[in-house]
Antibody, heavy 121, light 111 residues
Framework: QLQLQESGPGLVKPSETLSLTCTVS??????????WDWIRQPPGKGLEWIGS???????YYNPSLKSRLTISVDTSKNQFSLKLSSVTAADTAVYFC?????????????WGQGTLVTVSS | QSVLTQPPSASGTPGQRVTISCSGS????????VYWYQQFSGTAPKLLIY???QRPSGVPDRFSGSKSGTSASLAISGLRSEDEADYYC????????????FGGGTKLTVL
């Protein structure tokens, strides 16, 4: 049974870089059938797609975050990561990692439990 | 402001049928599949409907999805107290180099 687990600091200072890692267990991140995604949810608000990455490193970013965003993959560790720079309080959210089928392109079928990141000094 | 429009709330009594709408445009719902998620407070969303009207294994047939033009709907029949949750629609949007877009979510209350 494939499982995803987010990890990283729960508190980040304004203007700094938010860094999170998602560890994939029970399956390989190097599958040619799936993208690996980041999605976030501000407290009490709705969901926002952040971006996707394929095991080869090709990626898709939400245009609204693209200038601050880097998503990378480490197949040797079965992990993918998120870096969001110049954060503000508006980036405070629960961050989820998820899997989405590649072909045909389908939405997220497996999710991590989520991790709360608070941006505050 | 979400790209897809959902009513912020919906309600029904046990046994009733309720529907939740999701409105978009030609660049998203009009040309791509719609997916529905159920989310309980403090937990990750769960896939409820994929490709407009398909149910993953384990999802009761009380849940059904449909799509027409640039709108989609989620219907829940035989409403139960455990259906009280937030529901989100999602689709791919072909504009701006492509992106997944969510509805703002609908809070379903079982009275």
């Amino acid at each position: 049974q494939l499982q995803l687990q987010e990890s990283g600091p729960g508190l980040v200072k304004p203007s700094e870089t938010l860094s999170l890692t998602c560890t994939v267990s029970g399956g390989s991140i190097s599958s040619s059938y799936y993208y690996w995604d980041w999605i976030r949810q501000p407290p009490g608000k709705g969901l926002e797609w952040i971006g996707s990455i394929f095991y080869s490193g090709s990626s898709y970013y939400n245009p609204s975050l693209k200038s601050r965003l880097t998503i990378s993959v480490d197949t040797s560790k079965n992990q993918f990561s998120l870096k969001l720079s110049s954060v503000t309080a508006a980036d405070t959210a629960v961050y989820f990692c998820a899997r989405s089928p590649k072909s045909p392109r389908d939405a997220f079928d497996i999710w991590g439990q989520g991790t709360l990141v608070t941006v505050s000094s | 402001q979400s790209v897809l429009t959902q009513p912020p709330s919906a309600s029904g009594t046990p046994g009733q049928r309720v529907t939740i709408s999701c409105s978009g445009s030609s660049s998203n719902i009009g040309s791509n599949f719609v997916y529905w998620y159920q989310q309980f407070s403090g937990t990750a969303p769960k896939l409820l409907i994929y490709r407009n009207n398909q149910r993953p294994s384990g999802v009761p047939d009380r849940f059904s999805g449909s799509k027409s033009g640039t709108s989609a709907s989620l219907a829940i029949s035989g409403l139960r107290s455990e259906d009280e949750a937030d529901y989100y629609c999602v689709t791919w949007d072909d504009s701006l180099s492509g992106r997944w877009v969510f509805g703002g979510g609908t809070k379903l209350t079982v009275l």
